[in-house]
């Protein structure tokens, strides 16, 4: 079946250095990617939509500059934290949808846990 | 390990009908989310229950988690064609490598 990775698994960084998140679709193409973000006992939110070939879309109170995404290919999405502060600290995941309409179904990557010191 | 297991998979129905959806785990839930996916978009949250007969509702959406923790059930009274999308049941999973489980979602078509 599809299968969704990311890289690292997790991550200890310093403050205010940049971190880079792989989101990888490995048997499939995905022109689109979605990348979340969940807090400590709360929600998984949605920050930005990946698009392949084009700028990504940023929810409502997501600082583009500060978490940069780049859709290099059909199988890869990048999520950059720059200058990361101990706030970024949080579990970040990516998804990524196969197929279309009625037909689709969205894979989640195992996620990536940043600790930022 | 943890595992969620939704049912059914797929469901058509009459708008103005209601309907159910499950979201069983192997493991007692310790936090139990439920998010709608239209097709093409990311997930949206809807609602997420902790407690042991905890209920929640959103518009014409109401969740519930059983007293053992270990089931949910959204309901959703009246389907519209807006409700159509994917339904996906998540969890914090303790133990296993990630952070939350998710079930392999249930698609709602609803036909006006």
């Known amino acids: 079946g599809a299968v969704v990775s990311q890289h690292p698994s997790w991550v200890i960084c310093k403050s205010g250095t940049s971190v880079k998140i792989e989101c990888r679709s490995l048997d499939f193409q995905a022109t689109t990617m979605f990348w979340y973000r969940q807090f400590p006992k709360q929600s998984l939110m949605l920050m930005a939509t990946s698009n392949e070939g084009s700028k990504a879309t940023y929810e409502q109170g997501v600082e583009k500059d500060k978490f940069l995404i780049n859709h290099a290919s059909l199988t890869l999405s990048t999520l950059t934290v720059t200058s990361a502060h101990p706030e970024d600290s949080s579990f970040y995941i990516c998804?990524?949808?196969?197929?279309?309409?009625?037909?689709?179904?969205?894979?989640f990557g195992p996620g990536t846990r940043l600790l930022v010191l | 390990s943890q595992e969620l297991e939704q049912s059914p998979q797929s469901l058509i129905v009459q708008e103005g009908k209601n309907l159910t959806i499950n979201c069983t785990s192997s493991?007692?839930?310790?936090?139990l989310y439920w998010y709608k996916q239209k097709y093409g978009e990311g997930l949206i949250f809807l609602m997420m229950l902790q407690k042991g007969g905890e209920e929640k509702s959103h518009e014409k959406i109401t969740a519930k988690l059983d007293e053992k923790k270990q089931q949910s059930s959204l309901h959703i009274t009246a389907s519209q064609p807006s409700h159509a999308g994917i339904y996906l049941c998540?969890?914090?999973?303790?133990?296993?490598?990630?952070?939350?489980?998710f079930g392999k979602g249930t698609k709602l078509s609803v036909k006006p």
């Open positions: 493991k007692t839930l310790y936090g």
């Open positions: 998804s990524a949808p196969e197929g279309q309409g009625v037909g689709e179904t969205q894979y």
């Open positions: 998540g969890a914090d999973s303790r133990g296993s490598q990630g952070n939350l489980i």
